[in-house]
């Protein structure tokens, strides 16, 4: 619940759209982070991890979304070369 005026913010994983920076990424996010996190931890959760991102909807999408939820000001920031993202919306009027 966010009041009118009020902002939000989603740090999110998301997958680079670039081929060879992707192919990296899906490499390493996808069969690296899983194995290493396996070893120190619950290895299910670090499976489940890249699977998880499959259900992100694309960046337009996303920002229907939240238009959708009564957002406005929606603003998507990319990071570590599209390998997170940020994306920022202000509560609109009820």
């Excluded at 966010?2 to 989603?10: F, M, Q, S």
């Excluded at 680079?16 to 931890?41: E, K, W």
């Excluded at 337009?60 to 990071?79: D, T, Y």
Aim: proline fraction near 11%; aromatic fraction near 8%; charge should be positive.
């Amino acid at each position: 619940i966010v009041r009118p005026g009020g902002r939000i913010a989603l740090v999110d994983v998301d997958r680079p759209a670039a081929g060879p920076l992707r192919a990296a990424h899906s490499l390493y996010f996808d069969r690296i982070v899983p194995f290493v996190g396996g070893l120190l931890s619950d290895r299910r959760a670090y499976r489940y991890l890249p699977q998880s991102t499959a259900y992100l909807p694309p960046p337009p999408e996303m920002r229907k979304l939240l238009s959708g939820a009564g957002f406005l000001e929606i603003e998507r920031e990319v990071l570590l070369l599209g390998s997170a993202q940020i994306l920022t919306g202000v509560r609109g009027p009820l």
